[in-house]
């Protein structure tokens, strides 16, 4: 197990709902990344947050926001859900000296949101 | 533009066969880092290897091994003696010097070894 930590594992949303999925990163660890996950698809990045600021973004709307804690823990909100916004969502957490950005993400075993 | 290209969807293997997969990858950036990331049923995705664009010597970890060739930029990663736990989806990834860790997922190779 890699330590990250996320909630709900499951849940279900109506279209035009929104939703709030949480992570708690590794112990030590000061980087947060959110991925997708389609169906049968590879994970695409949402976003990174480091030193508790977005520092990176994907091809993803604003209705799709997030927050990191003192403690790195993380959200990620959605706003307006769609139906294609099901999918298994990933957070990822990492230490970064600022300087490199080179090495290996742990991940959670993610949230799987359905939209109906 | 950034990708990775995993042009095996799936692949199904006898128990103790090889099996080898592959992975494609583009970038322009000159300094860069490919991994190999498995993610069981759990979902979880399992850090497997990484490997920067100035070391393509090659690696073996017991039963997993790894080719990374810059001249055709490939990285490709075997199994020797397949067993039933290898089974799996397997995702190759790639990450440039973004100040991110915005990795380029490929599509995956689904990995089934039979009995």
């Known amino acids: 197990e890699t330590g990250v930590t996320q909630s709900p594992t499951h849940l279900i949303k109506t279209r035009g709902q929104q939703v709030t999925l949480r992570c708690s990163s590794q112990?030590?660890?000061?980087?947060v990344s959110w991925y997708q996950q389609a169906l049968g698809q590879g994970p695409q990045f949402i976003f990174q947050y480091y030193r508790e600021e977005e520092n990176g973004r994907g091809n993803f709307p604003p209705r799709f926001s997030g927050l990191q804690f003192p403690n790195y823990s993380s959200e990620l909100n959605v706003n307006a859900l769609e139906l294609d916004d099901s999918a298994l969502y990933l957070c990822?957490?990492?230490?970064?000296?600022?300087?490199?950005?080179?090495?290996?993400?742990?991940f959670g075993e993610g949230s799987r949101l359905t939209v109906l | 533009a950034q990708k990775v290209t995993q042009a095996q969807t799936e692949i199904s293997v006898v128990e103790k066969e090889d099996v080898t997969l592959d992975c494609v990858y583009e970038?322009?950036?000159?300094?860069?880092?490919l991994f190999w990331y498995k993610q069981p049923p759990s979902g979880e995705l399992v850090f497997l290897i990484r490997r920067n664009s100035f070391d393509e010597q090659n690696e073996i970890s017991g039963r997993y091994s790894w080719n990374f060739q810059k001249s055709t930029s490939s990285f490709n990663f075997t199994i020797t003696a397949s067993q039933v736990v290898d089974s799996a989806v397997y995702f190759c990834a790639l990450s440039g010097a973004s100040g991110t860790y915005k990795y380029i997922f490929g599509t995956g190779t689904r990995l089934k070894v039979l009995a």
């Open positions: 112990s030590g660890h000061n980087t």
């Open positions: 970038t322009r950036d000159t300094t860069y880092y």
């Open positions: 990822a957490s990492s230490f970064a000296s600022g300087r490199e950005w080179g090495g290996e993400l742990f």
